[in-house]
């Protein structure tokens, strides 16, 4: 089967961190460009963060820019989410898809919450 899975949420006190994981099986995902996305009941889906296939570059939203890291291990076919210093405004549903702006396949999502 080929699958996206994203995993690692969970509930986190402000200022705290998180590192989420997309992990991928039945396909090479460093062929991809990977982005993260979230969303937030009521919202729309945001990109907030993109590493690019073969390059390794990065892109962030303004949002998270400085807070989160991307990153992958492409011999693991992983890529990650480091989240630091997280906010309750970070509180979403995030997901990783094969690229980065119409999230066309996309695995399921990890739920992450930002409170005290």
């Known amino acids: 089967d080929v699958q996206l899975q994203a995993s690692g949420g969970g509930l986190v006190q402000p200022g705290g961190s998180l590192v989420l994981s997309c992990a991928a099986s039945?396909?090479?995902?460093?062929?991809?460009?990977v982005g993260w996305f979230r969303q937030a009941p009521g919202k729309f889906r945001d990109v907030i963060s993109c590493?690019?296939?073969?390059?390794?570059?990065?892109a962030y939203d303004d949002s998270v820019k400085g807070r989160f890291t991307i990153s992958r291990d492409n011999p693991k076919n992983m890529v990650y989410l480091q989240m630091d210093s997280l906010q309750p405004e970070d509180t979403a549903n995030y997901y990783c898809?094969?690229?980065?702006?119409?999230?066309?396949?996309r695995g399921q999502g990890t739920q992450v919450t930002v409170s005290s």
């Open positions: 039945g396909f090479n995902l460093a062929n991809y460009s």
């Open positions: 898809a094969t690229d980065c702006v119409l999230a066309r396949f």
């Open positions: 590493i690019n296939s073969p390059d390794g570059s990065t």
